[in-house]
Structure formats: structure tokens, C-alpha cells
């Protein structure tokens, strides 16, 4: 086991990329997978890598709500919990997504930055409550409904926030090591408190 960049040792390997490939290309997946750490650690059961991808494909590449939006969600679930992987991930994912910096580092303290309006801030509160193991309340369901029109929109928010919670949650449990060049806890090292 080696040490990743969070300073904590990996529990599971990923596997050599050659070997990832190899384990995607046999279920079907798109062979670039084979290069994210995730996957590679996944890989080494080709079924649970394959389970993740079709879990976030109609979420995070396939979805109907803003990119932007979606983003900051994912950041907001990466803070929260605590996934070092999930917050350098999409640090570096975020800006191709069209959520500038500046943004995604404020979801650390959302409630306090004015550069969130009404959608954001509704969203994010919602992805608030869903962490806390909270139901979302009626009162913000319905701001939910002002700031995502559609009810498409509103049931993919739900489960985008709860398929985050969950890959958090594998994230840290196997320790999965950031990928090459990613830095931990961008923009300035700092983590949540724990």
C-alpha cells in the first residue's frame, strides 16, 4: 500500500492501467474510465465499476439540470463529507463545466457569499438537508420548484445528491488515492473540520 495524497494509505490499489483497460473493455466500458483512480480501483470488480458508471452517467453526463449547478452540488456533497477525492476531482472538472473557481470555492460557506442567488441558494440548502439525513421540506421543495421549473430537474437534484453521498462515502472508506496532478483541498489546503 502506498500513501496518497491526503497523507492516509490507500486500503485497495488501483489496478496498473493496462489491467483496467482490459477489465473495462470486458463489460463494455468506455476505456478512458481506465485512467480515473476510482475506476481503476473499482475494476478490480469489473460489475461495481460498470454499477458506477451507469449510477452517474445520467447525472453528471447526461443530465437535465445546469453544469454549473451540478457542480456546485457535487462540491457541496465533497466538503461536506469530507471526500478529498470529490473535491479535487471536480476542482479541476468544474471550470470545463462552467463553474468558475471562485464559485466552487465558496460552497464551503454558501449561506455567508452573496454570489449565490434564489436557484443556488435553494439548491444547495436542499443538498444541505439531504446530507444531514433530513427529508427536504415542503417550503423548499417548492423554492426548489421556482428554481428548477421542471419536475425532471428536481427528482434528478435528489438523486444526484444522494449518488454523490454514496461514492463519497466509497470514496473514503477505500482511501482512493487523488489522481496525478490533482492537489488535495484546492484552492488552498484547506480542509472541512471534521
Same mark, same amino acid.
Given at each position: 500500500m502506498s500513501a496518497n495524497e491526503s497523507g492516509s494509505t490507500e486500503r485497495v490499489a488501483p489496478l496498473p492501467i493496462h489491467a483496467a483497460r482490459e477489465a473495462a473493455t470486458h463489460v463494455g466500458l468506455p476505456d478512458y474510465l481506465a485512467e480515473i483512480n476510482v475506476f481503476r480501483v473499482l475494476l478490480h470488480r469489473p460489475a461495481l465499476a460498470k454499477a458506477l458508471y451507469h449510477a452517474l452517467d445520467p447525472v453528471l453526463l447526461h443530465g437535465?439540470?445546469?453544469?454549473?449547478?451540478?457542480?456546485? $452540488?457535487?462540491?457541496? %456533497?465533497?466538503?461536506?463529507t469530507g471526500s478529498y477525492y470529490e473535491w479535487g476531482q471536480h476542482w479541476h472538472l468544474g471550470p470545463m463545466f462552467g463553474a468558475p473557481s471562485e464559485d466552487l470555492a465558496a460552497v464551503r460557506d454558501w449561506e455567508h457569499d452573496d454570489r449565490f442567488g434564489p436557484v443556488e441558494r435553494a439548491v444547495l440548502a436542499a443538498t444541505d438537508v439531504t446530507l444531514a439525513g433530513e427529508a427536504i421540506t415542503d417550503d423548499l421543495w417548492a423554492e426548489l420548484g421556482e428554481a428548477l421549473p421542471q419536475e425532471v430537474q428536481r $427528482?434528478?437534484?435528489? %438523486?444526484?445528491?444522494?449518488?454523490?453521498?454514496?461514492?463519497?462515502?466509497?470514496?473514503?472508506?477505500?482511501r482512493v488515492p487523488l489522481d496525478d496532478g490533482l492537489a488535495v483541498w484546492p484552492p488552498d489546503g484547506l480542509a472541512p473540520d471534521a
Open positions: 437535465t439540470i445546469d453544469a454549473r449547478l451540478r457542480e456546485l $452540488v457535487i462540491m457541496r %456533497v465533497g466538503w461536506v $427528482v434528478e437534484l435528489v %438523486v444526484l445528491i444522494g449518488t454523490y453521498q454514496m461514492l463519497s462515502g466509497v470514496l473514503r472508506s477505500l
